[in-house]
């Protein structure tokens, strides 16, 4: 099965295998299209693709694109029911390749160019605009989209999941951190110089140029989309600036971002599960030009308590570009995970605890990255517990880390606003804290002597009675084991 | 008349009978409802007062019981002309 090329394909495949389901009567874009999102990542239910919206005939909406691992596979052209460790092989084996460059496509091979609004046409609520949740702060035009830009001094592109509310009938408020890509070339380029930053936002994109406008990668997100699709991404200019956006999208604005002018954002339902960061004045995008195909769909991804995309897809990201930076480091890890329930602030690494120190060594790498504003917990483990199962990571959690000794914690580490437990400070200025929980046993113990013995059928029988046993489970009177 | 919204962290930022330089959305139905205007106005908790209404929410999106009537008395442009 070939990676769907755009959503259109990717909401064929979903309705195919009975991961999204047909929604025909009418939805308000005022809360109810966005309820129904909430309640099918609450349920892990498929995604609705809602063919009316009221007020807004031709549009529809497709929510909660990749809010389970099924659709994460089918996004990849698995097999829906491949595993999580499967996924996530076959993503760090497509993205150790070779980089594969996007390819540009005449304006009449794009159908983002079908309709195309400028001057005094443009108007974003002409855009089914969905108020996703009761008392957001506005109607949110992204939240599963990427906002492109390209650094003004080295060329490189940017394909960033930065959420947009609309202010206006032009303008849009988004949230930008210092410690973004965007952020910093802001702040570094466009703000000294009072110049606008030119930006394009594509919304309704293939699940996978959605994946890696999510991933926290070096790689550029056109070429990382080649290689996880297998082929290039298409790509077209855009009509107002020279930036290039994904030709198939469904709906591309076009603009400039205003480095000196900020306009009130949020707050908004966040991947927290909570509705933390305060409304501030933050980064203003003024729309120029829309362009989108007839009967354009709109993505909407609804942040909440677990589990959505926000959490799932980051998740996933993270702990794969986590696993890469620490073997590239040369430490032996065995497998990094985030549980999308941690709402992707806990990093639990595997290793072979082959020398002192590793666990902060793993620890300080991690929050010291790029990755690290995103987490603000690493619990490492031995290579002998399985990282997916949480019943085995809690018990050496509650077992092994020392409450004296294996508690580390850092202080006036970068942070985002988004943090529920920080403080209103904290959250105003983007610090953060950080704790690693190290659940390795120390390696100057004497492994025979003072390593305790892991009491499990697997660990303490000759192999001999756990094959006569498990030979004779059913013949003991137990149903069979799935 | 017309219905708007404001969101403010304390409900007292909202001072009677003075004139206040407030970021206000439009409840009013329609294509452009919760799209956004900064505004000078006037506020009165009698709900007679002015002619227009006042929703008033909290920073966190809580619906306040606090309601105001409130009258617009001119839009304020904020954004640099060279973004207009």
Request: aromatic fraction near 10%.
């Amino acid at each position: 099965m070939a990676a769907p090329r755009s959503n259109r394909e990717f909401i064929e495949a979903c309705i195919k295998s009975g991961d999204a389901v047909r929604i025909k009567q009418e939805v308000d874009w005022e809360n109810e299209a966005g309820a129904i999102v909430r309640r099918a990542c609450e349920l892990a239910a498929p995604a609705p693709f809602m063919e009316r919206i009221k007020d807004y005939p031709g549009f529809s909406y497709f929510g909660a694109p990749l809010s389970t691992y099924r659709r994460m596979a089918i996004s990849l052209g698995m097999d829906p029911a491949a595993s999580l460790p499967e996924i996530g092989k076959e993503y760090l084996k497509r993205t150790n390749g070779e980089p594969v460059p996007p390819v540009l496509v005449d304006k009449k091979d794009a159908p983002c160019k079908e309709n195309i609004l400028k001057g005094a046409d443009v108007d974003l609520c002409k855009l089914p605009v969905p108020l996703v949740h009761e008392g957001d702060g506005g109607r949110y035009v992204g939240t599963w989209h990427a906002v492109v830009t390209k650094h003004p001094v080295r060329g490189d592109v940017n394909w960033g999941m930065y959420r947009q509310m609309m202010f206006d009938s032009r303008t849009m408020s988004g949230a930008v951190f210092p410690f973004s890509d965007l952020g910093k070339a802001l702040n570094d380029y466009y703000l000294p110089r009072g110049e606008s930053c030119p930006f394009a936002t594509a919304i309704g994109l293939s699940p996978l140029a959605a994946m890696a406008a999510c991933a926290p990668s070096p790689i550029p997100e056109p070429d990382l989309v080649g290689m996880l699709a297998g082929e290039p991404a298409r790509l077209v200019k855009c009509e107002t600036n020279d930036l290039e956006v994904p030709a198939d999208a469904e709906i591309i604005l076009e603009g400039e971002i205003c480095p000196d002018y900020k306009v009130e954002e949020g707050p908004f339902g966040e991947y927290t599960g909570y509705r933390t960061s305060p409304r501030e004045f933050r980064v203003t995008f003024r729309v120029n030009c829309i362009t989108f195909r007839n009967n354009a769909t709109m993505t909407i991804s609804n942040m909440g308590v677990p589990q959505d995309e926000g959490q799932l897809l980051r998740s996933f990201s993270l702990g794969l570009e986590l696993e890469k930076l620490l073997k590239s480091q040369g430490i032996p890890v065995t497998g990094v995970y985030m549980h999308p329930r941690s709402t992707h602030h806990m990093m639990i690494v595997g290793v072979k605890p082959t020398y002192s120190g590793i666990a902060q060594q793993i620890a300080q790498l991690a929050f010291g990255s790029k990755l690290g504003p995103w987490f603000h917990m690493v619990m490492v483990v031995d290579d002998k517990t399985d990282i997916y199962n949480w019943d085995e990571v809690y018990h050496a959690f509650c077992t092994r880390c020392h409450p004296a000794n294996g508690i580390h914690v850092y202080k006036n580490t970068t942070g985002t606003p988004l943090y529920p437990f920080a403080t209103p400070h904290e959250r105003k200025y983007s610090i953060g804290s950080k704790v690693l929980f190290d659940c390795l046993w120390p390696v100057d113990w004497d492994p025979v002597n003072d390593v305790p013995t892991l009491v499990s059928f697997k660990n303490v029988y000759p192999q001999a009675i756990q094959d006569k046993v498990l030979a004779n489970w059913t013949a003991y009177g137990y149903p069979p084991v799935k | 008349m017309n219905q708007w919204e404001v969101f403010v962290n304390d409900v007292k930022e909202l001072a009677e009978d003075t004139d206040l330089e407030l970021t206000i959305r439009t409840l009013n139905p329609g294509l452009h409802k919760f799209t956004y205007k900064r505004v000078k106005c006037q506020v009165s908790t009698n709900l007679k007062k002015h002619v227009d209404q006042l929703q008033v929410r909290l920073g966190r999106g809580q619906l306040s019981n606090n309601r105001f009537s409130i009258q617009v008395l001119d839009e304020v442009q904020r954004m640099p002309a060279k973004y207009l």
